[in-house]
């Protein structure tokens, strides 16, 4: 069992990879610039060079078959879901948190229908990032709360009907629903989230 760190800042690499060694997720912890997932390295044909300052992994293989965890930092990559496809191609993680400076509503919807347990702005603290790994790891998720109200806004925009039209009957308000001793499914609160908290 592997954590992969997939990012281009080696010194949020390195400080991770030595906190999380002492966490509940799959060790050794190992880290990666995203030119690692195309087999770009120091002695590959046709490469750039990668420079580092001493990463142990540098000269590692990809792993044959789907890995543990994968924490993949999307903050400088051009296009950020194209550095998700690669990490899903490449490694095919079996729990996944995406970390990017810039949490637009694609990157955590592109995010989320590849499988990813969670979505993270950095920077963070590194106890932040820690315990999201660790959740993830556990079977958890940590999306933005941003995110769960981007997608109740998307799922209450109608949908286009390919069926014949018919009649549509209209919504039960709240004061029509206690009067009919029918109580409303669940609370709506002003930021349009069914959550507490």
């Known amino acids: ?10 010194m949020m690499c ?21 030119e690692w ?4 390295t120091d002695g590959a044909v046709g490469s750039a060079p990668v420079h580092t300052i001493d990463n142990p992994d540098e000269a590692e293989p990809l792993p044959h078959g789907a890995v543990d965890l994968v924490l993949a930092d999307c903050s400088t990559a051009d296009d950020p879901c194209d550095l998700l496809d690669r990490v899903y191609a490449r490694l095919a993680p079996r729990r996944c948190l ?11 919807a ?3 229908r590849l499988g990813a347990s969670g979505c993270l702005a950095v920077p963070a603290p590194v106890d932040l990032v820690c ?4 959740l993830a790891w556990a079977g958890g998720q940590c999306f933005p709360r941003s995110a769960l109200t981007l997608q109740r806004a998307r799922a209450a925009q109608p949908m286009p009907s390919t069926q014949s039209a018919r009649p549509l009957q209209s919504p039960v308000t709240a004061a029509e629903a206690s009067s009919a001793s029918i109580p409303p ?11 507490i908290g």
């Not at 069992?1 to 080696?10: D, K, P, R, V």
């Not at 995406?98 to 955590?108: C, G, I, K, P, R």
């Open 14 to 34: 390195r400080i991770l990879a030595r906190r999380m060694e002492g966490q509940d997720i799959p060790l050794p912890v190992r880290w990666h610039r995203p």
């Open 131 to 134: 315990a999201a790994a660790a």
């Open 110 to 112: 592109h995010a989320a």
């Open 98 to 108: 995406v970390l990017s400076d810039a949490l637009d509503e694609t990157l955590m």
């Open 1 to 10: 069992m592997t954590t992969y760190l997939i990012a281009s800042n080696e």
């Open 37 to 40: 997932l195309d087999g770009l």
């Open 185 to 195: 499914p669940f609370r709506i609160y002003p930021d349009g989230s069914t959550a």
